[in-house]
């Protein structure tokens, strides 16, 4: 019997983990499987539209999507009510209020569960697109601030700094699809239409331009296509779907040696809006590879790179009030906060829901930048500095020299960089807060009248860490194709009650750990245990002989100090991270006992 053959355009990267799976046990299908999302996933269907496919499987608006750009079948994954009680029980643990939202093939099947199940669940049912961003405005405004939605729930809720969990589709869903899709190749008996999809282009490579008609199709491009141009065209392709719906912004990449802006319009002609991207290039401060200066934008927040766990941390509490009160504004902001707490997320956070969103975000990390460098950073024409409306990240301030420092007030001072651009800057707080730190802070609130954001330690905020967890489980499900529920109510206690000394970082690592041995629907006590105790610091094991316990406590730390220093042969920065303290502390307690 012939294979039928199936192109699969997965929203997710969980489902296609479970259509691998499904693929290694059936020999009576050849599966395609790529992903990507609404227009991200209907390029990819036109981009392989001809190798000749029997159908295609995909999900929701995508499906939607695909099904207008094609002419071979589409076969939507049904979402199932045993998908949707998943996610209502994975939002047990959320402290906040929730809503489930979606368009009727969700909802329907969400009524008859609450109605039977008796769960009081306001649920939203959306007619439209542009339906969906008013409703879900409205349960914001009611005080829901999580949502069991679908992919385009998803998208707005984020647009609305809302949390959500996407209801995924488990392999029973799958499973049904592919053999829908089997019975309507069989009984269409479809026949494959060629279509030529290439046209001649006029070109000129002294120009430096890109027109897109109203579907989104290459309409004219100024240059050939050779290597660098098809580097260009891949950027332009990563960044359509945002240039084809918002005019007048601009985004920023590094390719090679050189820095190109991709600047968008909209051009109406006979009433049909067309998209031209022009194409700006200028020499790069640093290397490609160089990680002292990155730049993102506003479209790269769906990806891995710039997105991080931290999102929905901060969405919950009395600081996601105040990141979002701090994002409206032009005035710089200073983030404080112990390692591990999201500072990086916060200002990606304030880019993003910024005044200035539509143009670049560069993020300066002054821990990879030597005293050459930032003098090419204070004095080059093509310095991220030297823009206008974009937002710039001076992250991990704290390690500044004190003459880099004066030169970046000097600059702003004398250029009116705070006024041209919006600036946000990050300090390191730790156990010991170093005078040098301090001092900073206050002139940075002072001198440049910062406002100041201080991110709590994970262990000064223990009650939302269950809310926490779920949004967590919720990305780990979509990111490993699991089905984990929740924590199991002794095991919960237990991470309440741990102090998490690396914050949200030590958090993720551990519930990524647990998420990848855990085969039952709620993560066990024991596992729990287990891995809280490899993250338990162990103290330097002394023989008792080493020191007098008569002395005071002062000099058995010093000899405690001592002891670790000698095993790190000296390092003291590995002796102060090992021992959870502060490098200035470290050199004080040493200098104050003649130690160095």
């Known amino acids: 019997m012939q294979k039928v053959k199936i192109l699969v355009i997965a929203p997710y990267e969980g489902m296609t983990e479970i259509f691998e799976n499904i693929s290694k046990n059936r020999e009576d299908i050849e599966l395609t499987i790529q992903t990507g999302d609404l227009n991200t996933g209907r390029k990819i269907v036109e981009n392989l539209a001809h190798k000749n496919y029997d159908v295609i499987i995909s999900r929701g608006g995508t499906a939607e999507l695909i099904r ?18 998943r996610s209502i029980k994975m939002a047990e643990s959320y402290s906040g209020k929730l809503v489930i939202a979606g368009f009727s093939g969700i909802t329907k099947q969400a009524r008859v569960l609450c109605d039977l199940l008796q769960y009081d669940i306001n649920i939203i049912t959306f007619t439209s697109e542009d ?4 409703a879900l405005r409205q349960a914001r405004s009611d005080g829901a601030s999580l949502v069991l939605c679908d992919m385009t729930g998803a998208n707005y809720a984020k647009i609305l700094n809302m949390n959500s969990i996407l209801i995924t589709s488990g392999t029973e869903s799958i499973n049904d699809a592919i053999n829908e899709a089997k019975k309507i190749v069989h009984s269409s008996n479809h026949v494959h239409k060629q279509k030529n999809l290439f046209q001649s282009l006029l070109t000129d490579e002294d120009r430096e331009f890109l027109i897109y008609d109203p579907a989104g199709s290459l309409w004219f491009s100024s240059f050939s296509i050779d290597g660098m141009n098809v580097s260009l065209m891949n950027v332009v392709q990563t960044y359509l779907k945002a240039f084809l719906k918002v005019p007048n912004q601009s985004v920023a990449r590094q390719i090679r040696d050189k820095v190109y802006t991709f600047t968008c319009r909209h051009l109406y002609i006979d009433e049909q809006k067309y998209t031209a991207i022009i194409i ?42 105040i990141i979002e009160e701090y994002s409206k504004s032009y005035l710089p902001v200073l983030i404080t906060g112990e390692d591990g707490t999201g500072k990086d997320k916060v200002a990606s956070l304030m880019y993003e829901n910024g005044p200035y969103s539509t143009s670049p975000f560069y993020v300066i990390d002054c821990k990879f ?29 704290c390690m500044l020299s004190h003459s880099q420092l004066e030169k970046l007030f000097h600059y702003m001072d004398h250029t009116d960089l705070v006024k041209r651009n919006r600036m946000i800057f990050s300090l390191l707080i730790t156990n010991e807060i170093s005078p040098e730190a301090t ?16 991110l709590l330690p994970l262990r000064e905020r223990s009650d939302d860490i269950p809310s926490i967890t779920a949004l967590y489980l919720h990305k780990l499900n979509v990111s490993l194709g699991k ?26 690592h551990v519930l990524k750990e647990l998420a990848v041995v855990t085969k039952t629907p709620y993560i066990t006590y024991n596992d729990v245990k287990y891995f809280l105790d490899q993250e338990t610091p162990k ?41 959870g303290i502060s490098r200035s502390t470290l050199w004080r307690i040493l200098k104050t006992h003649n130690g160095i």
């Open 68 to 85: 207008s750009s094609v002419e071979i079948p589409v076969v939507d994954i049904s979402i199932s009510g045993y998908d949707i009680l």
């Open 131 to 134: 339906g969906a961003l008013a």
């Open 280 to 321: 700006n290039q200028k020499p790069a401060l640093f290397t490609e590879d160089d990680i002292g200066i990155t730049i993102y934008n506003k479209p790269d927040s769906d990806s891995a790179n710039f997105s991080s766990f931290f999102g929905g941390s901060n969405k919950i509490g009395i600081t996601a009030h």
């Open 439 to 454: 001092a900073m802070k206050s002139h940075l609130e002072k001198r440049l009248s910062c406002l100041t954001l201080n």
């Open 539 to 579: 103290l330097p094991s002394l023989p008792s002989s080493d020191f007098d316990l008569t002395q005071t406590l002062d000099e058995i730390n010093y000899q405690i100090i001592l002891t670790v220093l000698a095993e790190e042969h000296e390092n003291k920065e590995k002796t102060a991270n090992r021992l």
């Open 369 to 397: 930048i030597s005293e050459r460098k930032w003098n090419h950073i204070m004095n080059n024409e093509n310095s991220p500095l030297a823009d206008v409306h974009s937002t710039i990240y001076i992250k991990n301030i």
């Open 483 to 508: 089905q984990i529920i929740g924590l199991e109510a002794e095991a919960m206690e237990l991470f309440t009650a741990f102090p998490w000394t690396h914050n949200l970082d030590q958090l993720q």
